[in-house]
Structures are given as structure tokens and as C-alpha cells.
């Protein structure tokens, strides 16, 4: 094999390994998207979020890079209306969530703050 091969070998693997990540976050956002609307008794729609952003950032403990993503998913408070909710995620872990209000005197999450608690 010449070094190119393998250079190009090394590339595709990870590339394939990116893809691969990639598909296992945006399910474990959709799950944790599906865990704050059932808290919230909101009805997730579509049943699926879309990535917007990808970008480089540092794990804020390890000081690693990463992949930090956004990801946008809508919701219904009532069934009728469609609202907009956003998730920043740093790897595998949900760092903000944010919902448009959907009825007259909600209060967003703080930004950072665990939708679970």
C-alpha cells in the first residue's frame, strides 16, 4: 500500500466513524427532546429533531475538543399550533434546551440549566 492509500483509508474510516457518531447523538437528542415535552405534557411532532449547526468546542471539564451541535424540533402544546424548541448538545450531553412559550405565562428553562430537574 502506498502512502496515499493509506492516507485515503484513514480519511474514509473517519468519515464513516463522524457519520456514524453523528446518527448515535441526533437519536439521544431526539429521546431527551421526547423526555422534556412529556414533562412539559407537550406532544413532540414528527417525532424527530434536525440539526441546524455543527461547530468545534471544548469539553468545558476535559478540555477536549468536540462537536458541539444545535438541533430544532417542534412542538404543540394544544395540538393545533406548531412551536419551535432548540437543544445545544456538546458530544453526547444536552448543555441548553429552549421552547417558545406556548401558553401565557410559561417560563423558559434557564439557559444550561437540566430540563430535569
Not at 502512502?3 to 463522524?18: D, I, K, P, Q
Not at 406532544?43 to 451541535?69: E, H, P, Y
Request: aromatic share 12%; charged share 20%; hydrophobic share 40%.
Amino acid at each position: 500500500m502506498s502512502l496515499l492509500e493509506v492516507l485515503v483509508l484513514f480519511v474514509v474510516a473517519g468519515f464513516v466513524g463522524f457519520i456514524w457518531k453523528s446518527i448515535a447523538i441526533k437519536d439521544h437528542a431526539v429521546y431527551l427532546a421526547k423526555q422534556v415535552c412529556n414533562k412539559e405534557n407537550l406532544q413532540l411532532l414528527n417525532a424527530t429533531v434536525s440539526q441546524q449547526r455543527c461547530w468545534i468546542q471544548r469539553d468545558q471539564k476535559s478540555g477536549r475538543l468536540m462537536f458541539g451541535r444545535l438541533y430544532e424540533f417542534e412542538f404543540s402544546g394544544d395540538g393545533q399550533e406548531r412551536r419551535k424548541g432548540w437543544m445545544t448538545m456538546g458530544g453526547m450531553a444536552l448543555e441548553s434546551i429552549h421552547l417558545e412559550p406556548w401558553k401565557e405565562g410559561y417560563i423558559p428553562p434557564k439557559a444550561g440549566g437540566s430540563p430535569f430537574s
